[in-house]
Nanobody, 123 residues
Framework: QVPLVESGGGRVQTGNSLTLSCAAS????????MAWFRQPPGEEREFVAA????????HYADSVKGRFTISRDNAKNTVSLQMSSLKPEDTAVYFC????????????????WGQGTQVTVSS
């Protein structure tokens, strides 16, 4: 298991920005592709963004493209999600996920998960 700990969630107003961080406790962080998922209230967990091992490749859900940016710092074993122009529909618990493989955007693709951090966007 790869321990993953998310932080940075909170309550913001529509149009504001927020940055989430995920810290991984592993000596092989650069061997993992990383992703962010979210689970809105009463809904299933959905893909948000993913980044490849070195950060060269990224992929975003259409709903966040142009507003969210995923990045990673392999020296610090962290992956971040910069969220801007937030909308009420972005309200969800946000999860960090890791897997050796790149190219999957579904929950079942990822072997390791954090506990999540709540993001609430009020209108």
């Amino acid at each position: 298991q790869v321990p993953l700990v998310e932080s940075g969630g909170g309550r913001v107003q529509t149009g504001n920005s927020l940055t989430l961080s995920c810290a991984a406790s592993t000596h092989t962080f650069s061997s993992y592709a990383m992703a962010w998922f979210r689970q809105p209230p009463g809904e299933e967990r959905e893909f948000v963004a993913a980044i490849s091992w070195s950060g060269t490749n990224t992929h975003y859900a259409d709903s966040v493209k142009g507003r969210f940016t995923i990045s990673r710092d392999n020296a610090k074993n962290t992956v971040s999600l910069q969220m801007s122009s937030l909308k009420p529909e972005d309200t969800a618990v946000y999860f960090c996920a890791a897997d050796f493989r790149w190219g999957g955007y579904e929950v079942h693709h990822y072997a390791h998960w954090g506990q999540g951090t709540q993001v609430t966007v009020s209108s």
